[in-house]
């Protein structure tokens, strides 16, 4: 897997060595960075506008362990209105109680699409005919949401819902270390398919993109009734933290610890190295259609919070031997309209991070298919 040298261009896209720009002691200078540069996402927008904070980020860069530690900074706070994509769940469950049952998908602000990290708190006041929620989140490891908005009380139970609020946010939109996501007309979601050069020559042959039998956990197991679609919004996958974020190592294996961390297990991964991902097509996804992600619960020194499993990964699932027309859609493709029917199992699953067959179930394929 690559490593970044100090003489390397920065992967945030400026054009400089790292050693002057991200991986400078001294910070970076406004001066050294042409404003003619554009994001390797292809979105048009400068890097430092789109997702140069991702891509230069330490968790990214440098290889360690992952753990669910969030922090919020509060020194700046960012005020928008925006939209809220959300359901509300008919099942209630024990770790989705204290949650008054609300599923985020994510949020939208001046047409840019955030999945959140994790669910902190939710406050529901009902009236007569309407509930006002008071929401807080995280929307990468250091940058805190507030979210207030109001629904009326006859909602569709687990159905993706769009409500207008108001979002505050704990930095600036281009200081938060995700990728940029456009939405288009609050339903199609700008993000990527990587695949080999083979691979890439055939979707965009034949204009049809196909499912895999294989779950998250990428075993030779293969699932006997559904089939997934992969998406990511990675703009490339170059280093090992990349592989981790779309369930993928070099190694294959990952690690799971309990919030008391009293027990550890290791799980098989899909195994690839980032080089056979060389080719990258650009989707224009309904967000109607894509599976929410899965969630663990987290209970650690009194306080509760909710972690979304691998939110950089978006699937379709689909019945087995479903061909998948594509067309060419603005600066990339999008799924022809009717040419599927999304299929979803356990539609919010959720994991308790202190029991680790819980941890480990999330992950292995036996979850969507005992």
């Known amino acids: 897997m690559q490593k970044i040298g100090r003489n390397d261009k920065c992967p945030c896209g400026s054009?400089?060595?790292?050693?002057?720009?991200?991986?400078?002691?001294?910070g970076i200078s406004d001066k050294l960075v042409s404003p003619q540069l554009k994001c390797v996402c292809g979105s048009g927008f400068h890097p430092s506008d789109c997702c140069s904070a991702f891509l230069s980020s330490p968790r990214r860069l440098r290889t360690i362990?992952?753990?669910?530690?969030?922090?919020?900074?509060?020194?700046?706070?960012?005020?928008?209105?925006?939209?809220?994509?959300?359901?509300?769940?008919?099942?209630?469950?024990?770790?989705?109680d204290f949650f008054r049952n609300f599923y985020l998908y994510g949020i939208e602000i001046n047409g840019r699409f955030f999945r959140p990290k994790t669910l902190d708190?939710?406050?529901?006041i009902q009236t007569d005919e309407e509930s006002h929620w008071n929401i807080r989140l995280n929307l990468d490891f250091h940058t805190g949401a507030r979210l207030k908005l109001k629904t009326p009380k006859n909602l569709a139970k687990d159905k993706l819902c769009m409500a207008k609020g108001n979002i505050t946010v704990s930095k600036p939109l281009?200081?938060?270390?995700?990728?940029?996501?456009?939405?288009i007309d609050h339903r199609y979601l700008r993000i990527f398919h990587h695949t080999s050069k083979?691979?890439?020559?055939?979707?965009?042959?034949?204009?049809?993109?196909?499912?895999?039998?294989?779950?998250?956990?990428?075993s030779t197991r293969e699932l006997k009734k559904t089939n997934f679609t992969y998406f990511t919004d990675l703009?490339?996958?170059?280093?090992?933290?990349?592989?981790?974020?779309?369930?993928?190592?070099?190694?294959?294996?990952?690690?799971?610890?309990?919030?008391?961390?009293?027990?550890?297990?290791?799980?098989?991964?899909?195994k690839q190295p980032a080089f056979k991902r060389e080719k990258r097509l650009v989707f224009y996804i309904d967000i109607n259609i894509i599976a929410p992600v899965p969630a663990i619960y987290h209970y650690q020194e009194g306080s509760q919070y909710v972690e979304f499993f691998h939110p950089h990964i978006f699937r379709i699932g689909l019945d087995p031997g479903n061909i998948i027309s594509i067309e060419q859609f603005k600066d990339g493709w999008r799924i022809c309209d009717n040419s599927i029917v999304p299929k979803t199992n356990d539609i919010f699953p959720i994991a308790n991070g202190n029991e680790?067959?819980?941890?480990?179930?999330?992950?292995?394929?036996?979850?969507?298919e005992p």
């Not at 054009?15 to 001294?26: D, F, R, W």
């Not at 700046?76 to 359901?87: H, K």
Request: a negative charge.
């Open 15 to 26: 054009g400089l060595k790292y050693k002057k720009c991200h991986g400078s002691v001294n």
């Open 65 to 96: 362990e992952v753990k669910s530690e969030f922090t919020v900074e509060n020194l700046i706070q960012e005020e928008y209105v925006g939209y809220i994509y959300f359901a509300y769940l008919s099942k209630p469950r024990r770790e989705w």
């Open 121 to 124: 708190f939710i406050l529901e």
């Open 174 to 183: 281009n200081k938060i270390e995700t990728p940029y996501i456009k939405i």
């Open 198 to 218: 083979d691979g890439y020559e055939g979707i965009t042959s034949s204009k049809s993109i196909w499912a895999s039998p294989y779950d998250l956990q990428g």
């Open 235 to 270: 703009p490339e996958l170059r280093f090992e933290g990349d592989l981790f974020l779309v369930a993928m190592r070099e190694k294959g294996q990952a690690a799971f610890r309990t919030d008391d961390e009293s027990q550890l297990s290791f799980v098989e991964i899909y």
């Open 356 to 368: 680790i067959s819980d941890l480990l179930k999330i992950y292995q394929d036996r979850y969507i």
